[in-house]
Antibody, heavy 119, light 107 residues
Framework: EVQLVESGGGLVQPGGSLRLSCAAS????????MSWVRQAPGKGLEWVSV???????YYADSVKGRFTISRDNSKNTLYLQMNSLRAEDTAVYYC?????????????WGQGTLVTVSS | AIQMTQSPSSLSASVGDRVTITCRAS??????LGWYQQKPGKAPKLLIY???SLQSGVPSRFSGSGSGTDFTLTISSLQPEDFATYYC?????????FGPGTKVDIK
């Protein structure tokens, strides 16, 4: 069974850093495209970043230069390193898998982890 | 970046109603579009991919259509469990962009 479990969220001050983790089971992270998607409280969904199976990465303009997506193949885990955090980064962060048979769409999602940026 | 718009932003409907939600892209995206359902406090759930393909396990009352810039999600007979917010997502190019959402609630 495919499962994604995020962790690492919490309260951080503006300008601070946080690293989110997404532990996967039931499939191999390095064989799939994996993404982070966020949702500010009461707002819509915003795509954040993707890492390809080959290692290429892409970012939303709003986080480029501040966030880094990566993975640890030995731990089958996806990460999001977030630096220089701003109040507008406050959101629930979801990791999501791009399904092999879903033409680029995210077929499995984690439960989300809340990041709050506030002094 | 490709802008996605949805209409309506919200609607009220009754069980058994036919519901149609529209999504429009600011430029042509072929059929690189999906639809998601999200309930409060939960992660989104994939309903439709490639504009019209039903994701495995999703009830057949959900259907999608469209290509290019205009897309539609239809629920043929609304069920109690379908009250939720629906989002479209384009994966034609980066940055991936979601529509603002359509909230479907009970009339």
């Amino acid at each position: 069974e495919v499962q994604l479990v995020e962790s690492g969220g919490g309260l951080v001050q503006p300008g601070g850093s946080l690293r989110l983790s997404c532990a996967a089971s039931g499939f191999t992270v390095s064989s799939n495209y994996m993404s982070w998607v966020r949702q500010a409280p009461g707002k819509g969904l915003e795509w954040v970043s993707v890492i390809y199976s080959g290692g290429s990465t892409y970012y939303a303009d709003s986080v480029k230069g501040r966030f880094t997506i990566s993975r640890d193949n030995s731990k089958n885990t996806l990460y999001l390193q977030m630096n220089s955090l701003r109040a507008e980064d406050t959101a629930v962060y979801y990791c999501a898998r791009v399904g092999e048979g879903s033409y680029g769409m995210f077929d499995y999602w984690g439960q989300g982890t809340l990041v709050t940026v506030s002094s | 970046a490709i802008q996605m718009t949805q209409s309506p932003s919200s609607l009220s409907a009754s069980v058994g109603d036919r519901v149609t939600i529209t999504c429009r892209a600011s430029q042509g995206i072929r059929n690189d579009l999906g639809w998601y359902q999200q309930k409060p406090g939960k992660a989104p759930k994939l309903l439709i991919y490639a504009a019209s393909s039903l994701q495995s396990g999703v009830p057949s009352r959900f259907s999608g259509s469209g290509s290019g810039t205009d897309f539609t999600l239809t629920i043929s007979s609304l069920q109690p469990e379908d009250f939720a917010t629906y989002y479209c997502l384009q994966d034609y190019n980066y940055p991936l962009t979601f529509g603002p959402g359509t909230k479907v609630d009970i009339k």
